[in-house]
């Protein structure tokens, strides 16, 4: 590897850097010009393949070419013509490989065989999928109980697998069912039913088209989900504002050249995509939002003196709304200068926003994990959604809220039943279908089964997909906990870290990935997913399998169930794997009101939406209405930053992705916008930080987690390097920085992991060679930050 280098970016997001990225990986992963001309086929319905990255909406028709940097990142990743087939796991122990990065790890390429790890020798050897599936099926049924065993889903899977995992879990007994929502969006599914009714976004990409202003809170649209820049650049064409609150300023957020436009590739023309940029303190937003609501009343009052239009709507909060008048008078009861110190943004910028606001008629709220990933993410949510109902942003054209969701298909999983909440769990049907009673209580989420492992209340762990012991809070406790499980199971295409953690019995099975052709008794195979705006589409595989013994998600599933479970005689597993129709067939009768005639709805131009009541005033809540719901504090997390930002020593860490990265996978170490090159071991720092706490650039400091519950977690040793972060808060990369976030730091109710404000101090390294005076770098210690 290089040495790294730090320097400034200036370019917008798009243009030629991302050209050359797309090109650099498709070289890196030895992509075959076959392989490169799939990306043509990416994100096209119905005969092309859904993005194996995020799950921003695609438009109708298709653009010609429909994906992003990301994008084609992930296909690229994917269809690599590396293998990492047997031979490589005779070359290396477990134990050396838990020494290598996540990066050197997934660069071995595809897995093609199954594999069992085997102590005696610590390596995995090859198995047939026949001993696999009968060891696994025998330890599941030699459990104690059916609760012991966690079945965890990530986003990538289709519709049709995360229906047949639920049926298995459940059938075997449990509601276990934790997934990759549960560390990122879980706080929208518990905010937005008590506020308006419904868990997810209430806009289309049409209402994108119709929106004349947008608010953007904690998401980094230019590495996140690049494509929306799309959307976003078509906004500002037309004029419609876009306001933004986040810490850093997110170089998508702040400048695009549309890399698919010739004009703009060989200009000097960029749209400027925000017109306001509020940094927030990390913790900030609800004290931000509760400023322009303050700011909306005193405008609304002087309207009402001068007979001016009113600035709230309301009509709409009268007929609408529950809880309007305990909100209002919460809202004024702030004072400016709390509000400015609890958000790091002045009077003036708050009425800036407050006024840009006002001054559109139909606004759209989007958001993303800086906003969930906080000890009151829930309540930020909410206050998200006052802030629109104060001017009836809500149920018409152009406006509503957008949470933007991550991997390609997480939100559709938790709608055909990947969830741990029994209620949520259409039993009736279920009872009906198959003739089993479902379980009655409810199940584990992500950080409940994390301390059940840690418990050793959990002996089991069978994973589809996602590198779970990677991208949990508190991994260097966790680790030590799941070499205890008696069973761990990991359902990949690549290999990663969570395999390296063995329990006592462990397997890896390869399967397809979603760009693969799926080839079944019945034929060639279509699968679903559902993206962030609700909408359904059909897909299918397009490029040859990576190896002839790779079986799919659904086959792979199937013959788990086959193995562990009594035989069902209203349950026919081989025949919905010879046709994934039999099984859109029955999650259509388990979800009729979303999933009726799926089989041919799904193949309609543009897909199909869920019913979302909120987009047309209809509100399934307690009151009927849409309901304002107050803040029980300005603070977003007030066990951590009490005594934190007033301890002058403590700063307040983020964890945050690189434009080189999707999720656990990183893809290089390259973070273009952020001027990083080389290295993942860094901290950013606000430079007044710096100065005050007596570092400089270049030095390497340890970072440690300052909560007092006897655990020490610390991670290091991490390059100081200064970047346009707000003062008493820092920055660091995701998931190496997870080893500081505590299992029971998380938000109230949804559990969702705060790894957006964690409290930490900085103790400077130095190490020495035999003359004292000449200070050496040491060693990063493994799988912690180390490039």
């Not at 709805?601 to 543009?606: A, I, L, S, T, V």
């Amino acid at each position: 590897m290089s040495q790294p280098t730090f320097k400034p970016y200036h370019a917008p997001s798009g243009g030629w850097g991302s050209a050359f990225s797309v090109a650099n990986i498709l070289i890196r992963e030895k992509v075959r010009l076959s392989g490169a001309a799939l990306l043509l086929k990416q994100n096209k319905p119905i005969d092309g393949f859904a993005c194996v990255s995020c799950a921003w909406a695609k438009p109708h028709p298709s653009r010609p070419l429909a994906f992003c940097e990301n994008g084609a990142k992930a296909t690229a990743w994917e269809t690599t013509s590396r293998r990492c087939g047997p031979e490589f796991f005779t070359r290396h122990t477990v134990t050396e490989l838990l020494n290598w990065t996540d990066f050197d790890l997934e660069q071995q390429g595809r897995l093609t065989r199954p594999m069992r790890y085997d102590p005696a020798s610590d390596k995995y050897v090859e198995v047939s999928w026949d001993q696999a599936f009968e060891e696994i099926g025998r330890e599941l049924k030699a459990m104690a109980d059916p609760n012991e065993v966690v079945f965890y889903m990530s986003g990538r899977a289709s519709l049709e697998t995360a229906y047949m995992f639920a049926i298995l879990a459940r059938l075997y007994g449990t509601n276990n069912l934790p997934d990759s929502s549960n560390m990122c969006h879980e706080s929208s599914s518990v905010a937005l039913p008590e506020s308006i009714g419904v868990p997810v976004a209430t806009v289309t990409l049409n209402d994108l088209h119709k929106m004349d202003g947008m608010l953007f809170f904690g998401q980094n649209t230019g590495t996140c989900s690049p494509r929306m820049l799309h959307q976003l650049q078509e906004a500002r064409e037309r004029g419609a504002p876009i306001i933004t609150f986040n810490p850093l300023r997110e170089r998508g957020l702040e400048r695009f050249v549309n890399p698919q436009s010739p004009r703009e590739m060989m200009t000097p023309d960029e749209t400027k995509i925000s017109t306001q940029y509020h940094q927030v303190k990390i913790g900030g937003d609800i004290a931000t939002i509760a400023g322009m609501c303050k700011a909306l009343f005193e405008m609304d009052d002087a309207a009402v003196a001068t007979g001016r239009p009113r600035v709230l709507d309301v009509a709409f909060i009268e007929e609408h709304t529950h809880g309007f008048k305990d909100f209002e008078a919460r809202m004024r009861s702030y004072s400016w200068p709390v509000l400015e110190r609890r958000s790091g943004l002045t009077r003036g910028a708050m009425e800036a926003a407050a006024v840009g606001y006002a001054g559109c008629e139909r606004v759209i709220a989007a958001y993303g994990m800086g906003v969930t990933q906080h000890r009151y993410g829930v309540q930020t949510i909410q206050m998200i959604v006052n802030l629109l109902l104060m001017r009836g942003n809500m149920g018409k054209e152009g406006a509503g809220i957008l949470p933007v969701r991550g991997h390609s298909n997480v939100q559709g999983q938790r709608t055909v039943g990947i969830t741990e909440k029994a209620k949520k769990v259409p039993a009736d049907n279920l009872r009906r279908q198959f003739g089993f009673e479902p379980p009655a209580d409810d199940g584990m989420n992500t950080i409940e089964a994390c301390e059940g492992i840690l418990a050793g209340k959990v002996k089991g762990f069978i994973a589809l997909g996602g590198n779970f012991v990677r991208a949990i809070p508190d991994t260097l406790r966790m680790e030590p906990a799941w070499r205890q499980l008696q069973l761990s199971v990991q359902v990949s295409t690549k290999l990663n870290r969570n395999h390296l953690v063995t329990g006592k019995v462990s397997y890896i099975l390869p399967c397809l990935g979603r760009t693969e052709i799926d080839r079944q008794a019945t034929g060639e195979q279509r699968n679903t997913t559902e993206d962030s705006t609700g909408c359904i589409r059909a897909w299918r595989g397009v490029a040859e399998p990576a190896g002839d013994m790779l079986l799919s998600e659904p086959a792979i599933v199937a013959r788990l169930a086959k193995a562990s479970l009594q035989t069902n005689a209203h349950l026919d597993w081989d025949a919905w794997v010879g046709d994934y129709g039999l099984v859109r067939d029955a999650i259509a009768e388990s979800y009729p009101e979303i999933f009726h005639d799926f089989n041919v709805r799904m193949m309609e131009p543009g897909g199909f939406h869920r019913p979302l009541g909120a987009s047309k005033r209809e509100w399934d809540t307690e009151t009927g209405k849409a309901n304002f719901i107050n803040p029980p504090s300005l603070s977003e997390d007030p066990d951590t930053e009490e005594g934190g930002h007033e301890q002058r020593d403590v700063l307040q860490l983020m964890t945050l992705r690189s434009n080189d990265q999707f999720n656990t996978t990183v893809y290089g170490y390259n973070d273009r916008f952020r001027g990083i090159q080389g290295t993942r071991a860094v901290i950013l720092m606000n430079s007044n930080d710096m100065a005050r706490l007596g570092l400089a650039e270049g030095d390497k400091i340890e970072a440690v987690t300052v909560v007092h519950d006897g655990v020490h977690r610390s991670v290091g040793p991490l390059r100081v390097t200064p970047y346009n972060i707000p003062e008493g808060c820092c920055a660091g990369y995701y998931p190496e920085c997870n080893a500081l976030l505590p299992v029971w730091h998380h938000a109230e109710r949804s559990k969702v992991p705060a790894a957006k404000s964690i409290p930490v101090r900085l103790r400077k390294v130095i190490a020495f060679t035999d003359d004292p005076k000449v200070p050496i770098e040491p060693d990063p210690p493994a799988g912690v930050g180390a490039a």
